[in-house]
């Protein structure tokens, strides 16, 4: 089947036949395209209209109604596909949207203990990176999926596997076996995340989406914040196992929910009525699989390097192999989205838009800052400040609830200036200032659990205003038959920001605290002994002498210190790509 041919977009400007007046601030003036002058006005997450202005000169008379909305292939932008009721809608949706978001943060607090009972606390960054791994590959391709099958089957194929997943934690028997579950409830968690995103883009006018949003973000928040007391909660009471088990019977729920309320055959293939009536084995070889497979292999090989390298040594060829594939792969990956795959799930008119592309790369090093301090903190309240595991999830609700009002003041102001630039920079901002308390507060200046507690505040209030304002931005900046795929690949930037941003952290505190043990550990012969324990098991620390646990525990400052060096670095990254994002002055 041949790729549909998609002309170049000077600024990503919404498809229409014209060039958007667009701007990034720090960059310059606005660029121009010869062909018309366009400045479409588009809607944000607090509901402003999505009405767009162009140039009577210029533009094609076909590509305006009545009323001034924009409309492009006949269609206008600002109404949704179909009509639904969102009021019995959302409710359905809610259970997974809570559900997927909860999952996120449950193993924060937990999975020290997991990586105790299992004896595997060096290897623990595994059990969040395999959830993240297949949730980066798979987070893309139910853009793509939707599409060809419909959002209604592929929300009810991701609540299935996160469910079949979620009770195969529960059931795991080793380190190797909780990954693999963790690794499938991801592939369901992705289409969770991707596909209600896609949905609402699709079920709800461009002029509302914003008061949907918020109710959306209102949900999600709730289970942000409840993920890491809930689960500390159950590991120090009945087992850590029931935090993933508890949560097959919830997505059965979600999936009755959903069947029952959402109709079928909702905007899949565009409108294109002979892709819909195609066999599922004609839409199965319609899959960029091929473009999964690499970005699967990349993501992979980059992780089991930094892992590697870590526990075992940087100079071993088991490390530098994978670690030199890593380009290689990545290479390819781009080079099957761009030239190769005919239905690509990450196109390249899409993610090599350069407004897109800096949104996208501001969410992927943002991310990765954000994400690789909630997972090794957690570290740092229980081995260096011996926290249990409920008292660890507990530190997390004031950035939790932070991050909430972030999400929503963020989407205020916007309401209010009908402008994103501005506050993404600001929050960023914030999220890498919030590095300095951190690091004084983990052991440069001091330990304070408070210090730490308001600096993971900040941080989180930050990275949860410019999480809001890039999807609009991305929004803005794409055409809306690229809408599914644009919002599907801003989850894949994120996704595989996680990833790498607890690896990258994880392998430095790792090495680090390696290094301190075998350096004051000074216990006769039983240095080595006491270093692989304590690095395999937070209850081995208990059983230690005070002095030695003292020491222990030090280490572990020091560690969680030097740890914040690449996420300085990944935030840096983030405001450079920032600076490159288009402002587009949204309509009130």
Sequence with gaps: MAAKEHAPRGGGGGGAAGTASETAPLLGPAVSVPGGTVAPQISNINGTSGHGTFSRDTADPELTNGDGDVNVNGANVNEPKIKVNMAQLLPALAIGIFLVAMDQTLTIATYGKMGSDLNALNNTSWIATSYFLTLTTFQPLYGRLSDIFGRKECLLFAYSVFGIGCLGCGLAQDIVQLCIARGVAGMGGGGMNAVVAILVTDLVSLRDRGVWQGYINIVFGAGIASGAPIGGLLADSIGWRWAFAGQFPIAILAWLA????????????????????????????????????????????????????????????????????????????????????????????????????????????????????????????????????????????????????????????????????????????????????????????????????????????????????????????????????????????????????????????????????????????????????????????????????????????????????????????????TAFIREKKLDR
């Design 258 to 577: 959903v069947f029952l309320v959402l109709p079928s055959r909702e905007a899949a293939d565009d409108g294109d009525d002979a892709k819909q009536r195609q066999h599922w084995r004609q839409k199965l070889l319609r899959i960029d699989f091929l473009g999964g497979f690499a970005l699967s292999a990349a993501a992979f090989v980059l992780l089991f390097g930094l892992d590697n390298g870590a526990n075992e040594g940087w100079s071993r060829p088991v490390t530098v192999v994978p670690l030199a594939l890593t380009p290689v792969l990545f290479a390819i990956f781009i080079l099957i989205e761009v030239k190769v795959a005919t239905e690509p799930f990450a196109p390249g008119h899409v993610i090599l838009d350069p407004p897109l592309l800096a949104a996208y790369g501001a969410n992927f090093f943002g991310v990765a800052a954000q994400m690789g301090v909630f997972f090794f903190i957690a570290m740092f309240y229980q081995a260096a400040m011996a926290l249990t595991a409920t008292q660890s999830g507990l530190m997390f609700v004031p950035s939790t609830l932070l991050g909430l009002t972030g999400s929503l003041g963020g989407g205020l102001i916007m309401r209010k200036t009908g402008k994103y630039y501005g506050l993404t920079l600001t929050g960023y901002s914030i999220l890498l200032f919030s590095v300095v308390p951190l690091v004084l507060f983990t052991g440069a200046l001091t330990k304070s659990v408070v210090g730490v507690v308001v600096g993971i505040a900040f941080l989180a209030l930050g990275a949860s205003i410019s999480i809001t304002t890039t999807l609009i931005a991305i929004i803005a900046n794409c055409a809306p038959e690229d809408m599914a795929i644009a919002v599907a690949c801003s989850y894949l930037f994120r996704s595989l920001g996680t990833t790498i941003g607890i690896s990258l952290s994880t392998a430095v505190l790792q090495q680090v605290l390696r290094t301190e043990l075998a350096a004051r550990l000074q216990d006769g012969g039983r240095a080595a002994e006491i270093e692989e324990h304590v690095r395999q098991s937070l209850d081995y620390i208990r059983t230690l002498p005070p002095h030695v646990a003292d020491t222990v525990r030090d280490c572990y400052a020091v560690a969680t210190t030097w740890a914040f060096l690449p996420i300085a670095l990944l935030a840096g990254l983030c405001l450079v790509s």
